[in-house]
Antibody, heavy 119, light 108 residues
Framework: QVQLQQWGAGLLKPSETLSLTCAVKDWSFSGYYWTWIRQSPEKGLEWIGEINDSGTTTYNPSLKSRVTISVDTSKNQFSLRLRSVTAADTAVYYC?????????????WGQGTLVTVSS | EIVLMQSPGTLSLSPGERATLSCRASQGVSTKYLVWYQQKPGQAPRLLIYGASSRATGIPDRFSGSGSGTDFTLTISRLEPEDCAVYYCQQYGSSPFTFGGGTKVEIK
C-alpha cells in the first residue's frame, strides 16, 4: 500500500516562499509522475505540476514563473517551492501519485497541508 | 486549457435513488484521460473511475462512468448514505490537467 506523507510550513507572509516535501513510502518511485495539486474555495482543485524520477517537470502555465518541483530519489521524496506567495496562494496543498505508462489518474494522495498566506 | 463544467452544482436525493452527474468539456477529451474522484470533508480526493468507465480498486459497482468526446457522466445507481460527498471530474489528456468545479451530492 502506497503512502504519501507530506510536510511543510503552514503559515507564510506575503512575498515569502512556500516549501513542501512529500515522502513516498512502501512503493517504488520509478516510472511514475509525482504531482502537486492545491485546493481553495475560490479556484477549486488546481494542478500545480509534476515530476518524474528522472527530474523531468511540467508546470501549470499559470504558476510556472514561480514554481519549482524537485526530486530526491535517494530518499523517495519530491518537493514543491512556490515563490513570492500572496493571499491568492492560500489553499490546501496535496501531493499525489500521477500517471504511469498508460494509466492516467491520481490514485494515492497525501494528507494535505493547509497553507495560509497572511501578513 | 480544457475547461470542465460539472452539473448540477448540488444534487439532493434519497437513499436508493439514482444519481446522474454530468461533466462537459470545452473540447474533446479521449475517454482514456477522463477521471472521476469523490471527496468527503477533511479528506483528500479518492479515485473512483478512470478511463471514463473503469472502476478503481475497491469501488462498489453502484458507481459507473460513461461518455465520450465532450460529455461524460458519473452514475450512482442506488445511493447509500456514505455516498454523501463532492464528486469531481478531471482530464489528464492535455496540460495543464484540469478539474471540474464539482457536484455535491446530498442525501435526504
Amino acid at each position: 500500500q502506497v503512502q504519501l506523507q507530506q510536510w511543510g510550513a503552514g503559515l507564510l507572509k506575503p512575498s515569502e516562499t512556500l516549501s513542501l516535501t512529500c515522502a513516498v513510502k512502501d512503493w517504488s518511485f520509478s516510472g511514475y509522475y509525482w504531482t502537486w495539486i492545491r485546493q481553495s474555495p475560490e479556484k477549486g482543485l488546481e494542478w500545480i505540476g509534476e515530476i518524474n524520477d528522472s527530474g523531468t517537470t511540467t508546470y501549470n502555465p499559470s504558476l510556472k514563473s514561480r514554481v519549482t518541483i524537485s526530486v530526491d530519489t535517494s530518499k523517495n521524496q519530491f518537493s514543491l517551492r512556490l515563490r513570492s506567495v500572496t493571499a491568492a496562494d492560500t489553499a490546501v496543498y496535496y501531493c499525489a501519485r500521477g500517471r504511469y505508462g498508460n494509466d492516467y489518474y491520481f490514485d494515492y494522495w497525501g494528507q494535505g497541508t493547509l497553507v495560509t498566506v497572511s501578513s | 486549457e480544457i475547461v470542465l463544467m460539472q452539473s448540477p452544482g448540488t444534487l439532493s436525493l434519497s437513499p436508493g435513488e439514482r444519481a446522474t452527474l454530468s461533466c462537459r468539456a470545452s473540447q474533446g477529451v479521449s475517454t482514456k484521460y477522463l477521471v472521476w474522484y469523490q471527496q468527503k470533508p477533511g479528506q483528500a480526493p479518492r479515485l473512483l473511475i478512470y478511463g471514463a468507465s473503469s472502476r478503481a480498486t475497491g469501488i462498489p459497482d453502484r458507481f459507473s462512468g460513461s461518455g465520450s468526446g465532450t460529455d461524460f457522466t458519473l452514475t450512482i445507481s442506488r445511493l447509500e448514505p456514505e455516498d454523501c460527498a463532492v464528486y469531481y471530474c478531471q482530464q489528464y489528456g492535455s496540460s495543464p490537467f484540469t478539474f471540474g468545479g464539482g457536484t455535491k451530492v446530498e442525501i435526504k
